[in-house]
């Protein structure tokens, strides 16, 4: 599932290219083809992530719904093309043809967004979009996140849930994924196997900390390496104890026995 860094990083490659412009809008799939008329001909205000949510604001609508609100879920994916038609932005395709394109969104320069595979792509109105926002926890990648995590410490603090599952939790941490519940608890040097009510608020603090740098380097740069992800039986970069994986929460995540203590 892509992780919450890709979804910001959509969300500014839409600033930057298509935001303030018309946008031309087409479904060569067909399953959005009616939201796809709506949207074609409106200027693009705003591109925001919260989370794993992505929410593009077009200019006026009759019935109220000027929000494109886009989950990517498992498998989607937006993909970006130059004008000449060059992909410049997302996973590589083998196949470019029409006929998994959701929604294409296209810039009066040819820039262009192709959307494939979301769970969720709808029109909404500003209540809906406030409802999902709501319902999520602090994404620290944002910059109106709390700089020292209280707001999720106070869902942590009293929890018997193990932190590497909390912080997959979307109401708890909105963005993370099993990236970062590997890598900035391994930063933290704090289990992913320990309740949350057995951290104490400065090791809260420090794990907030590394996940808030490491989620917005990755906007930026996407990471080639990790210290623990996909990497067990390797290992470890810090002490060399091999890397152990294991099933948390039915879903996997790796951490060093040495550093990491039970």
């Known amino acids: 599932m892509p992780e919450g860094y890709v979804v910001h990083a959509d969300a500014r490659r839409f600033a930057e290219a298509l935001a303030g412009r018309v946008v031309r809008a087409a479904s060569p799939q067909g399953r959005f083809a009616s939201g796809a008329a709506v949207l074609d001909g409106r200027v693009l205000r705003e591109a925001q992530a919260f989370g794993k949510h992505l929410f593009l604001r077009f200019s006026g609508s009759a019935d109220g719904a000027r929000y494109l609100h886009v989950h990517l879920g498992l498998i989607g994916a937006w993909t970006w093309w130059d004008a000449g038609r060059a992909q410049t932005a997302g996973r590589p395709l083998l196949a470019a043809g029409d006929s998994g394109v959701r929604l294409r969104l296209t810039g009066a320069g040819g820039v262009s967004a192709e959307l494939r595979g979301a769970t969720v792509c709808e029109l909404v109105d500003e209540h809906a979009v406030d409802t999902v926002v709501a319902a999520l926890g602090p994404d620290p990648i944002r910059a ?30 909105a963005g993370a994924g099993l990236i970062w519940r590997c890598e900035a608890p391994f930063l933290a040097a704090v289990s992913p196997h320990r309740p949350g009510r057995e951290l104490g608020e400065q090791e809260w603090a420090t794990l907030w900390r590394e996940l808030r740098r490491i989620m917005r380097a990755a906007v930026d740069h996407r990471p080639e390496e990790f210290s623990l992800f996909r990497r067990g039986g390797e290992p470890c970069l810090r002490c060399g104890t091999p890397i152990e994986v294991a099933r948390l929460g039915g879903r996997p995540v790796w951490w060093c026995p040495r550093d990491q203590p039970r």
């Open 144 to 173: 109106d996140s709390d700089e020292d995590g209280s707001r999720a410490w106070r869902r942590v603090r009293g929890s018997r849930t193990p932190i590497g599952t909390l912080l997959l939790d979307q109401s708890v941490v």
